[in-house]
């Protein structure tokens, strides 16, 4: 039976996503998390089309059961949500679609050079070797709306998803994260700093390019691993 996570705290419900919160939640990623990230734009992304995968996945991510969502209830409206899944030892280090589907690459080929920037991030990194663990929290998004900004929200949500992790038993939490702001929460709450790679010098597997090279943006310089045994 899954665990249902349910708090108020600064006037807003912070609860457990299911898969019918799939289009609000979905909505929020391709309104406010896409255009915000430097690096769509910088590719010349258009939304919500070239992130599309990221919504035919938001059920099966919804569906695992440790995922939160951010509800204002003035309004009723999802104002914030951290995606998050279980990785499992038994499933080995997995790539992501966009990295070891060629077809899926194909398809999204703008998106597919970030994930496989991610790629080369994680390396040989085995989480589960590194922590002794059988099971790890994967952070997959952190939103929170522009119309509630500066309150604090983000930090609140991994807070709580880390709450979640405990309640599920599950061993480590990870996130891949390049904004200056995120960073901070997770050295704040100690976090290990596991790799780092600096974006414009990243270089393309596929054709050698570096595509980030002339990328300016004064929150996103590096992209980053972090990990917390639980």
């Known amino acids: 039976m899954k665990k249902i996570f349910n708090r108020q705290a600064d006037g807003l419900v912070y609860r457990t996503a299911t898969p019918a919160d799939a289009e609000p939640v979905w909505k929020l990623m391709a309104t406010q998390f896409h255009p915000r990230t430097a690096l769509c734009p910088f590719l010349g992304m258009d939304f919500p089309a070239d992130v599309e995968f990221d919504r035919l996945d938001v059920l099966n991510i919804l569906d695992e059961g440790v995922s939160l969502l951010v509800e204002d209830p003035a309004t009723g409206q999802v104002i914030g949500a951290r995606l998050s899944s279980i990785e499992r030892r038994e499933d080995g280090n997995q790539k992501h679609p966009l990295v070891a589907d060629p077809e899926q690459a194909a398809k999204y080929p703008k998106y597919s050079i970030i994930f496989r920037m991610f790629d080369q991030l994680t390396g040989d990194i085995d989480l589960f070797q590194r922590y002794n663990a059988d099971t ?95």
Request: glycine share 6%.
């Open 136 to 230: 790890v929290m994967a952070f997959k998004f952190l939103v929170v709306s522009d119309s509630h900004a500066g309150r604090g929200i983000a930090k609140r949500l991994v807070q709580f998803s880390l709450e979640v992790a405990k309640d599920w038993q599950l061993q480590v939490t990870s996130v891949i994260t390049g904004n200056k702001y995120s960073e901070r929460i997770y050295d704040g709450l100690k976090f290990d700093r596991l790799n780092v790679l600096h974006i414009p010098d990243f270089v393309d597997p596929v054709d050698g390019s570096r595509p980030f090279e002339k990328l300016q943006a004064d929150d996103l310089e590096n992209v980053a691993l972090y990990a917390k045994k639980l």
